[in-house]
């Protein structure tokens, strides 16, 4: 059975710190990785794919991989209230797309 | 361009009845993928639909069932509705199989 753990949570980080999400998938065959961003009661939005060994940055958002150590991680620099919400991984392991159970993250003011 | 829309986006039910879904893709996308998503659950993938045909499917029972129309619009089909079938039913589009999803806003299902 092919798995993408995510603790649950919640992850508590004090407004303008850096938030660390992290993702661990079973397959070591699993080829994209996207981190989406879901407000409750909203769908999921895409924050970030990433498809290579290595760090990539969006604005605030820098997502790393290490399929070496089957994990991703998603970093939230000068993390703001607005970004509480519950953060999905989500492995491209074809022919499917395997989804974490997602983190709630919570910025306190 | 515009999103992926889905419609109704609310629905209430009574157990027993069928209920049908429905989703319209960012235009020039051509695959959908339709998911279930519940608070204890998350999300859980039902199918995906490319070029009208069915290409992948969940682990759900026989009466959810899905269609892809020619201009890849998608429905789907809950019958024999169950209190269990309560839920927030998303869908995603792609410009093909294996490609970077976005969703609509989600139909939101209550079975009474």
Same mark, same amino acid.
């Given at each position: 059975?092919?798995?993408? @753990?995510?603790?649950?949570?919640?992850?508590?980080?004090? @407004?303008?710190?850096?938030?660390?999400?992290?993702? #661990?998938?079973?397959?070591?065959?699993?080829?994209?990785?996207?981190?989406?961003?879901?407000?409750?009661?909203?769908?999921?939005?895409?924050?970030?794919?990433?498809?290579?060994?290595?760090?990539? @940055?969006?604005?605030?958002? #820098?997502? !790393?991989?290490?399929?070496?150590? !089957?994990?991703?991680?998603?970093?939230?620099?000068?993390?703001?209230?607005?970004?509480?919400? #519950?953060?999905?991984?989500?492995?491209?392991?074809?022919? !499917?797309?395997?989804?974490?159970?997602? #983190?709630?993250?919570?910025?306190?003011? | 361009?515009?999103?992926?829309? &889905? =419609? +109704?986006? /609310?629905?209430?039910? *009574?157990?027993?009845?069928?209920? *049908?879904? %429905?989703?319209?893709?960012?235009?020039?996308?051509?695959?959908?993928?339709? /998911?279930?998503? *519940?608070?204890?659950?998350?999300? &859980?993938?039902?199918?995906?639909?490319?070029?009208? =045909?069915?290409?992948?499917?969940?682990?759900?029972?026989?009466?959810?069932?899905?269609?892809?129309?020619?201009?890849?619009? %998608?429905?789907?089909?809950? %019958? =024999?509705?169950?209190?269990?079938?309560?839920?927030?039913?998303?869908?995603?589009?792609?410009?093909?199989?294996?490609? =970077? &999803?976005?969703?609509? +806003?989600? *139909?939101?299902?209550?079975?009474?």
């Amino acid at each position: 059975q092919k798995e993408v @753990e995510q603790n649950s949570g919640p992850l508590s980080v004090p @407004e303008g710190a850096i938030a660390s999400l992290n993702c #661990t998938y079973s397959d070591r065959g699993s080829q994209s990785f996207f981190w989406y961003r879901q407000y409750s009661g909203k769908s999921p939005e895409l924050i970030m794919s990433i498809y290579s060994n290595g760090d990539k @940055e969006d604005g605030r958002f #820098t997502a !790393q991989l290490n399929k070496a150590s !089957q994990y991703v991680s998603l970093l939230i620099r000068d993390s703001q209230p607005s970004d509480s919400a #519950t953060y999905l991984c989500a492995v491209l392991d074809p022919p !499917q797309l395997i989804w974490g159970a997602g #983190t709630k993250l919570i910025i306190k003011p | 361009k515009a999103g992926v829309t &889905q =419609t +109704p986006r /609310y629905l209430i039910k *009574t157990r027993g009845q069928q209920v *049908t879904l %429905s989703c319209s893709p960012i235009s020039g996308h051509r695959s959908v993928s339709w /998911y279930q998503q *519940t608070p204890g659950q998350g999300l &859980q993938f039902l199918f995906e639909y490319f070029s009208e =045909t069915q290409r992948n499917k969940g682990n759900f029972p026989g009466r959810f069932s899905g269609r892809q129309f020619s201009n890849s619009r %998608s429905e789907m089909n809950v %019958s =024999t509705l169950e209190l269990g079938d309560s839920a927030l039913y998303l869908c995603a589009s792609s410009l093909g199989l294996l490609e =970077t &999803q976005y969703f609509g +806003p989600g *139909t939101r299902l209550l079975v009474l």
